[in-house]
Structures are given as structure tokens and as C-alpha cells.
């Protein structure tokens, strides 16, 4: 006998309608197989139970299911590879900023040019030796030389400091406005989706393709601070549930700021002192007006870089980072070194002395940026003093600076007297070059290696959520023999109720 209702019929539609449903669903993926962004959709179907009951039961009563349900669409995401994803960006993120940087201290500092500050420090040496040869021309006219020398290198001195303050305003701008207004604008956009989302979901609607526009927005966040995304339902009424998202910030004293909670949103605002370091980063809880200081406290992405290249020094401010003002602090720490000597070589004890150079601003520290050829020499009022006593050689004094620059061991140190190099002038200044290189070069591999992470990552994350063409081919298969074997079903159940109606008791006849 076949069961009452026809419910082999319905089971054999449901089925029917469950294939061709779950072939729209490979339509779907394959035609946004090279869509960026899109996660992998599936069918999701459960069993119909049996229905019904009887006040009246039977040990040998049998009760099949009634079919299969298609219960919604979803997509396929590992949210453990999600989270090892967005915590790899941020680290990525981090390296990035500070290569970016070093390439540009870099740039800097180049010695290939024929404008190389060490050319103009030999040179300099060179019209010294010069000097101290009264047998090939006047005192006066390698006076003039020795000047002119001095002035090609105070001029590479100050296009030096230029360049490090041009980084240091360039990155302070680019922090305040591009990259700022990003994180804006991606809190605001994912602020957008999450209510899309909601309004979508309480019409039945999955907003799968909304939550791949918000899920690259919260990757494209990742990259700038390391984030925590939880997801929570919430019950509408009239038995509605819909997803909520929230986004928090752990510092690295373990304080959590909450960036989006669900209709609201944080705010992360990065300000500084006439658009020069220090930069200082603050973030206002969602639903909050009280900012917080979180400047040293970053952790992880390109803020955090960005802000350690920006703000910290090395040895100079006593941090762990060799930052743009390291260079910049080392740079001044030299050109004080170099100036100070100098003005105490050339001075044999009259008044005023006859320092060969003065800041411009007054003060009485050296720097790449104030130092100048005092007015005295400028004017030919004083000169090179070749001798100190009377006991002394000819050009016995220029022999001194000649050794203070090119031979005799020199001390760059910090204003608080700690020493940073020790060694010549020149070999000063390589060190500057050398360290940015060595740090550059542990930079790039770092960022190498976390690349390689990286890419793992998101190639195991594309194995996951990825669309596969093989995949989907033979889903599609699948899925057609599956709606070819229901139509098969309903034509069989059709004719055992042919038998059953037309050709059952007419035996005889």
C-alpha cells in the first residue's frame, strides 16, 4: 500500500526543489568564481521528521521522514583561519610601515650620488692639505679654498636635515589625513553594512554578498590595528534573529576599546604638535565621548610602524625603536662633533675667538639645520689659525685638524652624554649609513617572512571560502543525478499508484 496523503510525493518534491535550489546556489559561485572577495555559498538542508500522531500506537509501527528542507543559504568561512588572517595583516602591517621609512632614511643618506657628504669631508681634508703647503700657493687664496669647502659641506648638511624634517612632516601628514581617514572611513562604511545587514535579515533575506563587502573592510581595518571580531544573534521578535557585530582594540597592557558595537561606532583620531612628532593616537570607545591615550600601547600594524618610526629614537629618547629622529639626532649629534672641534682648533687664545662657525638661530648646540660659517671668516676677518705658539711649526695647527678629521678617534653621544659611536669622522658617518642598512635589511627580511606567513594563510583561508571549479563541477553533478533520481522517484510512486488504483482487485474480471 502506498502511504496516505501522497506524502511520497511531497517528499519526492521537496527533493526536487532542494537540487534545483542547490544548483541556482553552483550558479552562484561559479559565476563569481573571479569575484575578489566572495566566500564560497552552500545549501544549507536538514531532514523533515516524521508528523503526527496517533492515540493509538504500535511497536511495528514504521515512520519514515518526510523529505529534506532547504533551511537558508550560508557561506563557507573557518573563522579560526579568519582570525590567524587578520592577526598576520596587522603584523605584516607593522614591518611595512617601518621598511617604508627606512627606505626613505635611505634615500636619504645615499652615498652614491657626487653630492655625498663623504666626497665633501675628504675634499675638505684635501684643501686642508693643501693649506699646509705654503711652497704651492698663498695662505689666503687656500683660506678661501678650505671656506668654500666648508661651505659645499654645511650645504649638504643642511639639505640632510631638510630631507630627515621632509619625512618626518610627510608621514605625520600622511598618518593624519590619508591613512586616518581610512580607518574613518572604514569604521563608517562597516557601521553602513552592519545596519544593510540587519534590515536585510529581517526581511529573510542572508545579505551573503554584503557581509563579503563588510568582512574586506574589516581586513582592510586589520591592517592598522590588531582587532578582535565577535559576532553575536539578536532576537527582533516574532521569532527574527539577526547577526551583530562587534570590533574591539586590545592594547598591550591588555585594556579593550570597543571600535563598533553593532549601531555604534568608536573613533580613532591621531593628532600632533604643529604637523611634527610625536605623534599621539587616542580611542574613543563606541557609545563614549572620554578618549584614551594609546600612542605606546599599539601592539601590532601599520599605526604602530608608522607611530615608532615617527616617535621613537633609539638611544636618544631611551626607546627600543631606531626611528626617522635616531638618524636625524645622530646626524645633529655629528655635525656638533665636527663644528665644536674644529672651532676649538682654531682657536689660539684671543678675543673674541675665532670659531669658523655659529648656529643661526643663536644657540649653542650645532645642528645639521643651524650650523653656518661664522660672519668673522665669512667677512675675512679671521682665518684658518695655522699655528698656536710660538714654538710650533708652520701649519702645525692645520695638520691637527687634518687629524681630527680623517685619523684621530672622535665620540658621537647623546645630550645626555651617552656614547652612541666612536671612531673618525668618517667612519661616523658610515655608521650612520651601516645602520640603516642593517636595519633595513632585518627589516626586509622580517616583512619577507611575514609575507610567506601570510600568503600561507591565505591560501589555506581560499582552500576554505575560495570557489574551486572542480568543486562546483562536480556539485553541479551531484546535484543534477540528485533531481534526476527524485524525478525518478515521483514517476515511480506515479505508477505504483497507477497499479495501485487501476490494477489492484481485477483479477478475474
Do not use: C
Not at 572611513?185 to 554578498?209: D, F
Not at 576599546?257 to 583620531?269: A, F, S
Amino acid at each position: 500500500m502506498v502511504r496516505s496523503t501522497f506524502a511520497g510525493f511531497s517528499v519526492a518534491q521537496l527533493a526536487m526543489a532542494a537540487s534545483q535550489t542547490a544548483l541556482d546556489v553552483v550558479g552562484q559561485n561559479v559565476s563569481n568564481i573571479n569575484t575578489t572577495g566572495y566566500t564560497r555559498q552552500r545549501l544549507d538542508q536538514q531532514s523533515v521528521s516524521p508528523a503526527g500522531h496517533s492515540q493509538m500506537n504500535s511497536l511495528y509501527t514504521v515512520k519514515v521522514g518526510q523529505g529534506v528542507m532547504a533551511t537558508g543559504v550560508s557561506q563557507i568561512r573557518d573563522p579560526f583561519l579568519d582570525i590567524q588572517y587578520r592577526n598576520q595583516l596587522a603584523e605584516v602591517g607593522t614591518v611595512d610601515a617601518m621598511d617604508t621609512i627606512l627606505s626613505r632614511i635611505g634615500e636619504v643618506f645615499d652615498e652614491t650620488s657626487t653630492t655625498a657628504i663623504r666626497n665633501a669631508l675628504n675634499n675638505v681634508v684635501t684643501q686642508l692639505q693643501n693649506l699646509a703647503r705654503p711652497d704651492t700657493a698663498g695662505q689666503d687664496t687656500f683660506d678661501t679654498l678650505v671656506r668654500s669647502s666648508m661651505e659645499t659641506l654645511l650645504n649638504l648638511f643642511h639639505e640632510r636635515a631638510n630631507d630627515i624634517s621632509d619625512i618626518k612632516s610627510e608621514y605625520v601628514e600622511k598618518l593624519q589625513t590619508t591613512e586616518g581617514q581610512k580607518i574613518e572611513g572604514y569604521l563608517n562604511s562597516i557601521l553602513e553594512l552592519n545596519q544593510s545587514i540587519k534590515n536585510s535579515q529581517i526581511l529573510g533575506e542572508p545579505a551573503l554578498e554584503l557581509m563579503d563587502q563588510r568582512n574586506g573592510l574589516i581586513d582592510e581595518l586589520a591592517t592598522y590595528l590588531p582587532i578582535d571580531v565577535t559576532y553575536e544573534n539578536q532576537n527582533m521578535g516574532a521569532n527574527t534573529i539577526v547577526e551583530t557585530l562587534k570590533i574591539t582594540f586590545q592594547d598591550t597592557d591588555g585594556n579593550t576599546y570597543v571600535l563598533i558595537d553593532d549601531n555604534e561606532k568608536g573613533i580613532v583620531n591621531i593628532t600632533s604638535d604643529a604637523g611634527m612628532p610625536p605623534l599621539k593616537v587616542e580611542i574613543t570607545n563606541a557609545g563614549e565621548t572620554t578618549a584614551t591615550d594609546v600612542t605606546d600601547k599599539l601592539g601590532e600594524g601599520v599605526l604602530k610602524g608608522y607611530v615608532d618610526m615617527l616617535n621613537k629614537a633609539g638611544i636618544f629618547n631611551d626607546t627600543d625603536t631606531k626611528g626617522v629622529s635616531f638618524y636625524g639626532d645622530y646626524f645633529d649629534s655629528f655635525v656638533n662633533e665636527f663644528a665644536t672641534i674644529l672651532n676649538d682648533l682654531n682657536d689660539d687664545g684671543s678675543v673674541p675667538r675665532k670659531n669658523l662657525f655659529e648656529t643661526s638661530d643663536g644657540s649653542a648646540t650645532f645642528t645639521a639645520e643651524n650650523i653656518r660659517i661664522s660672519e668673522a671668516w665669512m667677512s675675512g676677518e679671521i682665518s684658518i689659525t695655522t699655528t698656536i705658539g710660538g714654538g710650533e711649526s708652520a701649519y702645525e695647527n692645520v695638520q691637527r685638524m687634518i687629524n681630527a678629521l680623517s685619523s684621530d678617534p672622535q665620540e658621537i653621544t647623546t645630550a645626555g652624554g651617552d656614547v652612541v659611536f666612536s671612531g673618525t669622522f668618517l667612519d661616523a658617518y658610515d655608521y650612520l649609513q651601516n645602520t640603516q642598512a642593517t636595519e633595513r635589511s632585518s627589516t626586509s627580511s622580517i616583512l619577507a617572512n611575514r609575507n610567506t606567513v601570510l600568503n600561507r594563510i591565505a591560501d589555506s583561508k581560499e582552500s576554505v571560502s575560495g570557489v574551486s571549479l572542480d568543486e562546483e563541477v562536480m556539485n553541479m553533478m551531484r546535484y543534477q543525478q540528485s533531481y534526476s533520481a527524485a524525478a525518478r522517484l515521483m514517476t515511480t510512486l506515479d505508477q505504483a499508484l497507477d497499479t495501485l488504483i487501476n490494477n489492484t482487485g481485477v483479477v478475474g474480471r
